[in-house]
């Protein structure tokens, strides 16, 4: 799974009318299926007084893990529209939202289908597409006197972290896959073992 994946930049938005009938692509990048369904329920919530929030999402995990519904819209015509972009674009970890207000004229199913794929295509490239590589999280903690050690290695490697400074000092870090073991043993090393080091 360390080969280099193709999934959308940030979060991002589109939207557009179609005979009344508003429609808002809402896509986000997410790691894994808890993530995904996270941001499902996020648009879910914030948008509750819309008509239907059709959801499709594809994730690395084992095993892969791609998902759609039509949300109460007519069985085919949206949720699979909205997942056949994804897939197209031969997008993962990418979660997509699409939320339409009703406008009082039924679009059938092909019109639908046309703009919840729609909807779906302009929120991709509205966020952009990236190349990435899987990522791997790990929480560190050590004492003050390791935590400048365990700092400088992480800002030397350019690992992305998040720093906690409470009783202990806990690093959040994330970093790609393929730079995982080593950076852990560096800091073991660093901190002379001292350093408590947990999958995060």
């Avoid at 400074?165 to 043993?185: C, H, I, K, M, Q």
């Amino acid at each position: 799974m360390a080969d280099s994946y193709r999934t959308v930049a940030g979060r991002a938005e589109a939207r557009f009318e179609v005979r009344g009938s508003e429609f808002v692509g809402r896509v986000a990048p997410v790691e894994t299926v808890e993530a995904a369904e996270a941001f499902v329920a996020e648009v879910r919530d914030a948008y509750a007084d819309a008509t239907h929030n059709v959801p499709a999402y594809r994730v690395r995990a084992s095993p892969f893990r791609e998902y759609s519904n039509d949300d109460g819209e007519p069985s085919g015509s949206a949720g699979k529209p909205a997942l056949n972009v994804l897939q197209q674009r031969e997008l993962e970890n990418v979660a997509a939202v699409v939320t339409r207000y009703y406008g009082g004229t039924n679009l059938g199913v092909g019109g639908l289908a046309r703009s919840y794929s729609r909807a779906v295509k302009e929120g991709v490239d509205a966020a952009g597409v990236v190349e990435s590589v899987p990522h791997e999280r790990f929480v560190v903690t050590v004492e003050y006197d390791d935590s400048g050690s365990v700092r400088g290695l992480l800002e030397s490697a350019g690992a992305e972290f998040d720093a906690d400074y409470a009783a202990d000092v806990t690093f959040a870090v994330r970093v790609p896959e393929t730079e995982s073991a080593s950076l852990r043993d560096r800091i073991r090393s660093a901190t002379s073992g001292r350093a408590d080091i947990e999958r995060g």
